[in-house]
């Protein structure tokens, strides 16, 4: 078969991974689709993927979320796009390619093949012994290869080889890295960086075996297969996924007669021409002065290289910067410019944390003018700034040391006006801040625009600190106020709320909103900030009905929502202790109910898989057992961990249990900006990790000393030393205030770790308010904390003693039974979620009002869900108003991103004066008159009519059901 195109030119990409689908993007900025016709190639199934985070499919990401860009985007563009279809052959002469569907002639064809996972040639790597990491069905494979199996090996100890370690510690999986090299990532770190990596990732249960050759894999005895290495030494594994680099995929450019590099590629010059002048080359299948990149930010530039010179512009590809940042297993890894210091006379500065796995170096021009190059281990927050300086060959400060030096000690941020107009902010979209000053200039003045016109922190992410700086710090330079409402029902800082509901007196949403607020409903950001601002300041049960529509999920049903649906439930264990006969209730809770255990890192144990009606009974039981709820669900105090200390242990010199179960039953049910995290160590050799959390003491032979601001997670940083040699009273009394002065002054959503280091003043400021009371509020400080603690209520206690409050506990008001859409697999003795799978919208209704539930089962303001004939229908009632009659909305219960079930328990609220639900589980917006999706108006929802009549809820076919639209492939604000 032979297609015919129409007379105009035609451009074809090979290619629809990240660089082939941003190139399309790019011929279609440049106006190319109108005057040519574009074929796009993609020889996967899936639309183009986000391959940068391809690693968050395997922790309970849709592969639609990874979607590149808004369906239709193609069609809306007139573009051609050919999925499982890869190209067979390239005929230069005629200009034509072939494909299973026919020969299709081009003007200008463009290779972005990318590239392919190398596997070495070792006898018998096939099978669950052959498995890579590279695309969505590689990791579908490792997923069905993980069944049954107790061990797996990564080979390979690069970036790819870590993050498919990581996928397989994500599957349960014992896991072992093999690396030929002496170091882990030996492309991008020295062997001090390479040995602080390994330390920081044998720490998380990995083994890693480096100078490791593979001879064979052979059937082993006691797993699937046996890894024997060149030294004699062997390893037993179930499975091995290969990530021991990749290769040009240049196989149908070498078959054309193209000319290739050294070590693969395509050889292209700098306008990325291949030696045929109709054919481009961009992406990991290029080759540029023998260089093959293996970044995509390179690609990208590649790509709108080669736009713009079909465009009829001047433009040149002329190398890459290699620097990279990442989150290897929790571990930030940053690697910048001349990271080996391999430019002649190079010196460098080295910083080496031992006690929490930091190391970094800085590197050095040798007259020391220039900062060439650095190496991060452990905290990425300096990549930042030590990037500009390399980039932009900013003079280094005069001790140059301080870039490297822990934060407090070493120089300030270098600022966003000393970066120059040339300075690169994003490297992927190649934005600079030069092209945020134009787009400001353009009158550009909110952060959702800004990246949706320039695209930058659009790509890999890792710029979105530093854009926000730019942008913030540009716009106050022209005089332009920033803009910090806490959303558009509030013009005002959480801080702002905060001190208003505490001078005012408020106690509920509604007259925040009428004295403070601009109107509507509310909505996802401002409820819950609200409510946890009220609950810090007057301590309410957020049972409380007034409170119930401001919660999320997790707080409104005292638990904590997984992927599928289902809940997690964590009693209190007081500093870790617990007793035997209390070990063997929350066994015979979770042997009923079915439910997954797992011992917890803050020495609890969580209880996972329990639906939305038994959560009641499972709190019933465990509260005879002598326990209340943990609060693991809220932002608040979860838990405070501790050591056996001087009671048991040789080294104790205090009893950090005692002393942790004092600080727990003191501090527990306290609301916060964000979730606070404890630990007491009866001795400095730290067994309970104090130094790692928002508040940690540590037991000294005349007292205790006193740590603030740390915390692990996203961003590990170490609490600073606040206090020294404390007894008892004095600690309680400090830590008093420091919570209430953070309660009172933090951000929303704001870790202690973030709120310290933008603390005008920093640590010292910090004391002088909690120890020396420069502020003169230690008193009221202290107070406000009394008054919590003398009004705690266990949550569950105060639901189970009200029928009214437990009535929201029904997965259905109407019908007994559970969710038919959750299911669960046998998994090591236990069960775990099975895979959400998309589901047929539900039928459109009665064609005439049917009744569905009664008045009283319905929440105010709030979702309950319904069944009716198969479907789920979540309602959502809004009660009469001054100037509004009642309204109830009925919409599908069907999450579209997640496919669990659960737009019920999302916040009900309004968005630009549109009544909307916030999806409970990521957060998108769907209209409830029409199902439209706000975030991707492609995504529809099945809505019914719905009224209230004689008491009854009634729903029926709605006649204003929206259609999917085709959306702009652009961000939303």
Request: glycine share 10%; net charge negative.
């Amino acid at each position: 078969m032979s297609v015919t195109m129409n007379p105009e030119k035609s451009i074809i990409v090979i290619g629809n991974g990240m660089v082939g689908h941003y190139c399309a993007e790019q011929l279609v900025s440049h106006g190319l689709h109108e005057s040519h016709q574009i074929h796009v190639f993609g020889a996967e199934r899936h639309l183009a993927y986000d391959r940068v985070h391809l690693s968050d499919y395997m922790t309970g990401q849709d592969a639609q979320a990874l979607h590149l860009h808004r369906d239709g985007f193609h069609d809306a563009h007139g573009l051609h796009l050919h999925l499982g279809t890869p190209v067979l052959a390239i005929d230069r002469a005629a200009r034509t390619i072939r494909t299973a569907q026919g020969v299709f002639p081009y003007d200008t064809l463009i290779l972005a093949t990318g590239s392919f996972p190398f596997v070495p040639p070792i006898p018998g790597n096939e099978g669950t012994a052959g498995l890579v990491y590279r695309t969505l069905d590689d990791l579908d494979a490792i997923r069905a290869a993980s069944d049954g199996a107790a061990h797996g090996v990564v080979i390979g100890g690069g970036l790819l080889g870590l993050e498919a370690a990581n996928a397989l510690l994500s599957l349960g999986v014992r896991t072992a890295v093999v690396e030929f090299a002496p170091r882990l990532m030996p492309v991008q770190l020295d062997a001090d960086g390479g040995a602080a990596l390994r330390r920081r990732i044998e720490a998380l249960g990995i083994t890693v075996l480096t100078s490791h050759a593979t001879r064979e894999i052979v059937p082993g005895e006691n797993h699937r297969h046996r890894l024997n290495f060149a030294d004699g030494s062997s390893l037993e594994t179930d499975m091995v996924v290969f990530s021991a680099g990749i290769r040009p995929n240049d196989r149908i450019a070498r078959d054309a007669g193209l000319a290739v590099g050294a070590r693969g590629g395509v050889v292209i010059d700098s306008q990325c021409r291949t030696t045929d002048p109709h054919i481009f080359a961009i992406g990991e299948c290029a080759a540029w002065h023998d260089t093959v990149f293996g970044l995509v930010a390179p690609g990208y530039t590649m790509a709108r290289t080669v736009a713009a010179v079909l465009a009829g512009e001047d433009a040149a590809f002329t190398g890459a910067d290699m620097s990279t940042r990442l989150k290897l297993l929790g571990v930030d890894v940053g690697s910048i410019g001349d990271a080996h210091g391999a430019e002649p006379g190079s010196t460098s500065y080295r910083f080496i944390g031992e006690a929490e796995g930091a190391y970094r170096r800085l590197v050095l021009s040798a007259d020391g003018s220039r900062v060439t190059g650095a190496v991060l281990v452990g905290d990425n927050a300096y990549y930042d700034t030590i990037l500009q300086y390399v980039q932009n060959a900013i003079k280094p400060p005069a001790d140059p040391a301080a870039l490297i030096l822990p934060r407090g000690e070493g120089a300030d941020l270098l600022g966003a006006d000393a970066l120059p107009d040339t300075a690169m902010i994003c490297s992927c979209h190649n934005v600079t801040k030069g092209a945020i000053c134009a787009a400001i200039e353009g009158g550009c003045t909110d952060m959702g625009t800004l990246k949706a016109d320039t695209k930058a922190s659009t790509g890999c992410g890792g710029c979105t600190a530093l854009l926000k700086t730019v942008f913030e710090t540009e716009l106050t330079a022209r005089g332009i106020t920033v803009d910090k409402s806490l959303c558009e029902h509030f013009s005002h800082t959480r801080q702002d709320l905060y001190a208003l509901v505490r001078v005012q007196g408020i106690h509920t949403f509604e007259a925040l909103m009428a004295r403070h607020g601009n109107g509507g409903l509310g909505c996802d950001i401002c409820k819950p900030t609200v409510a946890s601002i009220l609950a810090s300041a007057w301590n309410r049960p957020i049972t409380d009905p007034r409170y119930i529509p401001l919660q999320d999920t997790n707080d409104m049903f005292m638990a904590n929502i997984q992927k599928n649906g289902t809940y997690s439930v964590v009693p209190r264990v007081a500093g870790g202790e617990i007793t035997p006969d209390r070990l063997i209730a929350l066994g015979q809770v979770a042997k009923k109910y079915a439910l997954y255990t797992k011992i917890t890192g803050g020495q609890r144990i969580d209880l996972f898989g329990a639906q939305l009606h038994q959560l009641p009974d499972i709190w019933s039981e465990l509260i005879a057992a002598g326990f209340e709820t943990g609060q693991a669900y809220g932002k608040s105090t979860r838990t405070v961990k501790s050591c056996v200390g001087s009671t048991w242990c040789r080294y104790g010199v205090q009893d950090s249990v005692g002393q942790a179960l004092d600080l727990e039953n003191r501090y527990k049910g306290l609301r916060a900006p964000h979730k606070l995290k404890f630990a007491v160590s009866g001795c400095t050799r730290e067994c309970a990790e104090a130094q790692s959390k928002d508040v940690g003491v540590i037991a000294t032979e005349n007292g205790w000393n006193l740590y603030v601001c740390g915390n692990g997670g996203m961003r590990p940083r170490h609490a600073e030393l606040f206090a020294t040699d404390l007894d008892s009273v004095t600690l309680l009394k400090y830590i008093d205030r420091f919570l209430m002065f953070y309660i009172r002054t933090a951000d929303r959503l704001q870790r202690t770790s973030v709120w310290r280091e933008n603390l005008e003043g920093g640590l010292d400021y910090l004391r002088d308010v909690v120890i020396h009371d420069s502020l003169g509020i230690a008193a009221e400080l202290e107070a406000q904390m009394q008054s919590v603690v003398d009004t705690y209520q266990c949550e569950w206690r105060d639901a189970l003693g009200d029928q009214e409050k437990l009535k929201r506990f029904r997965t259905f008001v109407n019908d007994g039974r559970p969710d038919p859409g959750i299911g669960m697999v046998a998994e090591r003795d236990q069960t775990r979620p099975a895979e959400n799978r998309p589901v047929a919208a539900p039928a459109p209704g009665p064609a005439d009002w049917q009744a569905l539930c009664n008045e009283g089962d319905l929440v105010a303001r709030s979702g309950v869900v319904a069944w009716h004939d198969g479907a789920q229908v979540a309602l959502f009632y809004l009660p009469a108003g001054e100037n509004a009659a009642a309204r109830v909305f009925a919409i599908d219960n069907h999450d579209p991103f997640s496919n669990a079930n659960v737009i019920g328990r999302g916040i009900m609220g309004d968005l630009q004066g549109r009544p909307v639900v916030a999806s409970p589980l990521y957060k998108q917006h769907f209209r409830l008159e029409d199902g439209v999706c706000v975030e991707d108006a492609s995504k529809v929802l099945r809505v019914w009519d719905a009224r209230l009549q004689n008491g009854k809820i009634e729903i029926r076919a709605s006649t204003g059901q929206a259609a999917p639209q085709a959306v702009p492939d652009r961000l939303p604000a």
